[in-house]
């Protein structure tokens, strides 16, 4: 009797199983959204906030707080990429003032809402931690961040490309697959032997697979030989990249950010930054600085000019060689003063007592003033 006895050899066909790579799908979805979120939450992570009391800068225990260390387990680079991610991913973020003035960003809570009242959050947790206490919207800063643009895009999109990117995938896959055939001689084995050759048959594949030289040793009556073993060619995966490249450009012109930054284009790229600013990263620093003022400073306060600011210079790309006689005017025009300045620019404030006032030059004195103006190069206004 023959190995599988009389008319069965379709039955090895089924039940030798054809050796398949398993291939896991990229998910773009997550590869686009992550290479956006990830540009923006470095730039807020390189912002300094800057607390104003009383028409001066301040250096406090909030500002200590908000640009070196949140609390006792994060630097503020980390704590502020936590929360944008949170912002983008989860769509919202729950910051909680601790006992010990700590702040620390929420990983799971329920917050249930109110028309009249404050909304509750409750079942909070950081990290392994559930308080078992609630808290009310004025006990914490909530950010609530809606992007329904975005959303419905994100998931239209990705519908079309993820069908497009699997085709091309696919495509590739059978175009550069080694395919092997086993012989086997049917009068040399019987039925009781399917098992055992099945094992070698994927035990020759796996070496053949994982290993960079593999020698397996052939038996009688077994001849494993590759089809396309000469026609295999190392195919360009540029057409996969293209599809990638094309979701993650979409996703970042929602989100206002220039696609040049994400693609490394340095073709006028002081441009590209300015527009990043204005269009994605002002708009965030808006949304996080109102919330802090809210809870932070009291009404009276914040009318009265106190409050929190941005200094965006450390993301600014700027040449103060290049930007000297902008500088100039704007100290001679009495715009600003030199220690404002210093600060726009990111460097440290002069103890001087003249850093701290603004002067006008003679070309910008009023009429009437030429007598006092011969006699000085400059003037003091306050």
């Not at 086997?184 to 290993?211: G, L």
């Amino acid at each position: 009797m023959g190995f599988f006895g009389k008319k069965k050899e379709i039955d090895i066909l089924l039940d030798l199983d054809l050796i398949e790579n398993s291939y896991e799908n990229v998910h773009m979805k997550n590869m686009a959204l992550h290479t956006n979120i990830d540009l923006i939450a470095r730039t807020i992570s390189q912002l300094e906030f800057l607390v104003v009391k009383n028409g001066e800068y301040i250096k406090d225990r909030l500002y200590y707080k908000l640009n070196v260390k949140p609390n006792k387990n994060q630097n503020a680079y980390e704590f502020w990429k936590q929360f944008v991610e949170n912002i983008f991913y989860e769509n919202e973020c729950l910051i909680i003032k601790t006992d010990s003035d700590d702040l620390v960003i929420a990983d799971d809570f329920y917050r249930e809402r109110s028309a009249l009242y404050e909304d509750k959050f409750s079942n909070v947790q950081i990290d392994t931690f559930r308080y078992d206490r609630d808290f009310y919207s004025e006990s914490v800063l909530y950010f609530h961040y809606s992007n329904r643009r975005l959303q419905n895009f994100v998931n239209g999109i990705y519908k079309d490309y993820g069908e497009l990117f699997s085709r091309i995938v696919a495509f590739q896959k059978r175009k550069s697959q080694v395919r092997a055939v086993t012989k086997i001689d049917t009068t040399k084995y019987d039925q009781s032997k399917t098992h055992e050759i099945q094992e070698f048959i994927n035990r020759i594949t796996k070496a053949f697979r994982d290993q960079e030289y593999a020698n397996v040793p052939m038996q009688e009556g077994l001849e494993y030989s590759e089809a396309n073993k000469n026609s295999v060619k190392a195919e360009s995966v540029d057409e996969v990249a293209k599809v990638v490249n094309n979701f993650t450009n979409h996703i970042a012109n929602c989100l206002g950010i220039p696609v040049g930054l994400l693609n490394g284009n340095l073709a006028d790229v002081e441009k590209q930054t300015d527009n990043y600013m204005r269009f994605c990263i002002n708009p965030l620093i808006k949304f996080i600085i109102s919330e802090f003022n809210g809870k932070f400073f009291t009404e009276k306060e914040i009318l009265n000019g106190d409050g929190l600011e941005a200094n965006t210079t450390p993301i600014m790309i700027y040449n103060i060689f290049n930007s000297a006689s902008s500088i100039d005017k704007l100290i001679a025009s009495g715009m600003y003063t030199i220690n404002e300045l210093r600060l726009k620019l990111g460097d440290k404030l002069s103890t001087e007592e003249l850093a701290n006032r603004h002067h006008i030059t003679k070309n910008y004195e009023t009429l009437g003033g030429g007598e006092q103006g011969d006699k000085e190069e400059s003037w003091l206004l306050f």
